[in-house]
C-alpha cells in the first residue's frame, strides 16, 4: 500500500490550499481515510476523515467550517480542502488509511488505528 500525498505549499493566513492523497495497492473504497497534522514539537493530530462511498465526514473541532474531507473512488483519492488558514496550522499533513471492518463504522481518531500512512506534505501559513 501506498499513500501519496501533495498539495502544500506557503499560503498568507486566510488563504487556501487542497491537499490531496492518491493511494495504491489496496482497494480504496473499503478503507476509511484520514487527514492527520504534525506541527514541529507536537503530538500528530487527527484533523479529518471519512469513509467508503457514502461514509459521513469526521473534523476536529477547530477545522470545522473551513476544512473539507472528500473522496474520489474512482480515482483512490482523498482530498481536503482548507480554507481560511490559520498560522498555527502550519504542520506537515500525512494521510492515512485503516480498512473498514464492519458495516456500522466511525472514523478512528487515534493515529494508533491507522495501518498506513504516507510521507506528508508541509503546509507553511504565514501571517
Known amino acids: 500500500v501506498q499513500l501519496q500525498a501533495s498539495g502544500g505549499g506557503l499560503v498568507q493566513a486566510g488563504g487556501s490550499l487542497r491537499l490531496s492523497c492518491a493511494a495504491s495497492g489496496l482497494i480504496f473504497s473499503s478503507y476509511i481515510m484520514a487527514w492527520f497534522r504534525q506541527a514541529p514539537g507536537k503530538e500528530r493530530e487527527f484533523v479529518a476523515g471519512?469513509?467508503?462511498?457514502?461514509?459521513?465526514?469526521l473534523y476536529v473541532d477547530s477545522v470545522k467550517g473551513r476544512f473539507t474531507v472528500s473522496r474520489d473512488n474512482a480515482k483512490n483519492t482523498v482530498y481536503l480542502q482548507m480554507n481560511n488558514l490559520k498560522p498555527e496550522e502550519s504542520a506537515v499533513y500525512y494521510c492515512?488509511?485503516?480498512?473498514?471492518?464492519?458495516?456500522?463504522?466511525?472514523?478512528?481518531?487515534?493515529?494508533?488505528?491507522?495501518?498506513?500512512w504516507g510521507h506528508g506534505t508541509l503546509v507553511t501559513v504565514s501571517s
Open positions: 471519512m469513509g467508503g462511498s457514502r461514509g459521513e465526514p
Open positions: 492515512a488509511a485503516t480498512p473498514i471492518r464492519s458495516i456500522i463504522y466511525q472514523v478512528p481518531t487515534q493515529r494508533a488505528n491507522y495501518n498506513y
